[in-house]
């Protein structure tokens, strides 16, 4: 079938008021089309759009409170972009884990009547692929009563699960324009020291998951002496290339797609966008499988870092709120925090500084009020903060609280001690 190219007001006259439209996320974003698609809702005064993305980045115009009429937002992950409009109550979030939102589609929870992605362009036999984010993407793409691709030379052509036919989509439209790119400023002192402490527990032949941001990346500047880890992660930036690069990352010892790096998405700069492109050794596969614990837990001494905005003293993560507002999303923490608890030899590490930069504590004796546990006590084995390594797994209440008060800030002990105290009693013998 013969690619079917049209303008960007052509392909988007299949919208109508009241459908549900998911859009391409993360670095995916196809953000000229979603210019266009701003305008095209203004003009033909389309109402009541159903928006359903995961974690767009980039330009975010349909976000503005101009547009309130036209859009109301269902989002799976809270992105910086989309925040605003959650906080004036012109959106939700839908709690759930990574590894389950294929699912919505796949058995019509939310059906979804138009579909907006982003692709590189075709091969010579047709075969665009979705880039820098599979994830979510796949089974939207699949699911979707109406598919419009923007295609962008940009994009990187990707190994795994993103191959798509240029027949699946009704319409296509060309558009040349840089992906969003998240750069990473070196890391700061205390970042790099809960770096340390994160890959000091990692040994030779790990496989490791790891997000974006100061600690990860401090992280993986410590692994430079280490031999053979793998990567099987939700997503990856930067902070990859240089182990690669050096021969620290070798997968030598994975079960699951040894020699490769497997991950859902990718986001950083074009650094890290021209290594994945036409680079085999990059596998980009659906959640659904990445993020699936009975899949993580295969491979050996999986190790999993992942981030909190605090921590109450029995180890109750929250990660995705602050208080009641909705600051993120649940991701893949759960799915990697079990997964590597499950692994032979498996490790999964919640890092964070010990305070604010305000210097307010995170280590807290009970989580604010209204904030979601993330991720539940039971789950939690590694916490790591600048001042050490607390190990809850097999720990009763009262141990827990004493090992995460010796990592939490010395301006803050005491004050959790009184804490403690109170609640526990003799909490200490």
């Not at 070196?186 to 040994?203: H, M, N, R, S, Y």
């Not at 604010?368 to 590694?382: D, E, F, L, M, N």
Request: net charge negative; hydrophobic share 40%; charged share 20%.
């Amino acid at each position: 079938m013969q690619a079917n190219y049209v303008s960007a007001a052509e392909a988007l006259s299949v919208i109508q008021s009241g459908q549900r439209l998911f859009v391409h996320g993360v670095a995916a974003n196809p953000q000229y089309l979603m210019d266009e698609l701003v305008k095209y809702v203004v003009e033909k005064q389309v109402r009541d759009i159903e928006f359903l993305a995961f974690c767009p980045f980039g330009r975010t115009p349909f976000a503005d409170e101009r547009y309130a009429e036209h859009f109301y937002f269902n989002t799976l992950f809270v992105s910086d972009g989309v925040r605003p409009a959650l906080d004036a109550d012109r959106g939700a979030y839908i709690p759930i884990f990574l590894s389950e939102v294929p699912e919505l589609f796949l058995n019509d929870v939310l059906p979804i009547d138009v579909g907006i992605f982003q692709v590189s362009p075709p091969d010579a036999h047709g075969f665009c692929t979705l880039g820098v984010s599979v994830d979510v993407a796949l089974s939207a793409i699949y699911k979707a009563k109406v598919c419009i691709a923007q295609v962008n030379p940009q994009m990187p052509r990707t190994h795994g699960d993103g191959f798509v036919h240029v027949s699946h989509f009704k319409y296509l439209v060309e558009a040349d324009e840089a992906l969003p790119e998240i750069p990473s400023p070196p890391p700061t002192e205390i970042e790099q020291k809960i770096g340390q402490f994160c890959a000091d527990l990692v040994e030779d032949g790990a496989t490791i998951q790891m997000g974006i941001g100061g600690i990860p990346n401090a992280a993986l500047a410590c692994l430079t002496g280490h031999k053979d880890l793998g990567v099987h992660t939700e997503m990856f930036s930067d902070g990859v290339i240089p182990l690669v690069e050096k021969g620290v990352i070798t997968g030598r010892y994975k079960v699951k797609h040894p020699g490769k790096i497997v991950a859902g998405f990718v986001i950083g700069t074009r650094k890290v966008y021209d290594f994945i492109h036409d680079n085999p050794q990059v596998v980009m596969l659906d959640s659904n499988y990445v993020n699936d614990d009975a899949v993580i837990r295969t491979n050996p001494k999986v190790v999993a870092i992942n981030s909190a905005i605090e921590i109450d003293l029995m180890g109750q993560i929250c990660a995705d709120t602050i208080g009641s507002r909705q600051y993120s999303g649940i991701g893949g923490q759960m799915d990697f925090i079990r997964g590597a608890a499950l692994s032979p030899g498996g490790k999964p590490i919640i890092a964070l500084p010990s305070a604010t930069n305000k210097g307010v504590s995170r280590i807290v004796p009970m989580l604010k009020a209204g904030a979601s546990v993330t991720t539940t006590r039971a789950h939690v084995h590694y916490v790591v903060t600048e001042y050490g390594v607390a190990y809850l797994f097999g720990k009763n209440i009262r141990q827990r609280a004493h090992a995460l008060i010796e990592i939490a800030h010395p301006e803050h002990r005491e004050e959790l001690d009184r804490a403690a105290f109170e609640r526990f009693k003799h909490w200490r013998d």
